[in-house]
């Protein structure tokens, strides 16, 4: 497995926006899928969006026109731009890799 590190959670109001990066120590970094997935309190762990090794991406219908998952191969880094955040986004974002690994996972809360 690699170490998957996330950040850019926080505190923001609805409507505003925030950009999560999962850096990956893995030296294959642009060879697997990526993905982000979401927990709020109370509730089970749910997928938001993934990319592959070729940069096709996938949504879940929820933030689907509203956030934008990409990947810089370069950096090893994954990212998630999250705009018109509701307060139903609320939840710990969780970044994934398709080898099975996962990070420790980062706040976003989104008051209304």
């Known amino acids: 497995q690699v170490p998957l590190v996330e950040s850019g959670g926080g505190l923001v109001q609805a409507g505003g926006s925030l950009r999560l990066s999962c850096v990956d120590s893995g030296r294959i970094f642009s060879s697997y899928a990526m993905g982000w997935y979401r927990q709020a309190p109370g509730k089970q762990r749910e997928f938001v969006a993934r990319?592959?090794?070729?940069?096709?991406?996938y949504y879940a219908d929820s933030v689907k026109s509203r956030f934008t998952i990409s990947r810089d191969n370069a950096k090893n880094t994954m990212y998630l731009q999250m705009n018109s955040l509701k307060p139903e986004d609320t939840a710990v974002y969780y970044c994934?890799?398709?080898?099975?690994?996962w990070g420790q996972g980062t706040q976003v809360t989104v008051s209304s």
């Open positions: 994934w890799a398709s080898l099975g690994s």
């Open positions: 990319v592959t090794s070729g940069g096709i991406t």
